[in-house]
């Protein structure tokens, strides 16, 4: 019992050391805003590399490491409104997210809520022939609190990042 009570006091004497410093940061890194652009080539048809990443209940099997569940809250009018938990950095959260499609042209992704509420995604898909599409990325980040660190990465970490979930989604295309 003795050491459990020690476990206790060291988490709650990191979360408290956490946020000291969190609320004692300037005020310019108390809420992370920037904007981040990138492009990829992927080696998937414009079409179906577009309806598989507009599928977003199909996230959690494309990418189990991250995202946990997605529940759809709303479907219509090429918009969706989901219910998302995401898991990155052994940090999980649940986010309200309005997913809104131009049929095979644009994905906007907006945050609604919680520590990323205002964050913005936008992916572009553009022909570069029938076997390979461009794929354009607008990230605009809106963190405060325990997500700061993450607006905080390089743009080379974030822009890896989204290469490296894109690569799972042509996996995923290729494998089914």
Known sequence: ???KNKYLFIT??????????ITTFPDELKNINRTIEFETTVSANKIEIFNLIADVEK???ILPENFIKVQILDNENNSIGTLETIREAG???EFQVQHDLTLF?????TILNGDAKGTNIIIWFNDVDENATQISIELNLQLKGVLIPFGLLPDSNLEHAFNTILNQFVIYHESN
């Open 105 to 109: 042209e644009s994905h906007k992704i």
């Open 12 to 21: 709650y004497f990191i979360i408290f050391v956490i946020l000291i410093i």
């Open 1 to 3: 019992m003795q050491i």
């Open 59 to 61: 996230y959690p099997l």
């Open 91 to 93: 940090f999980e959260n």
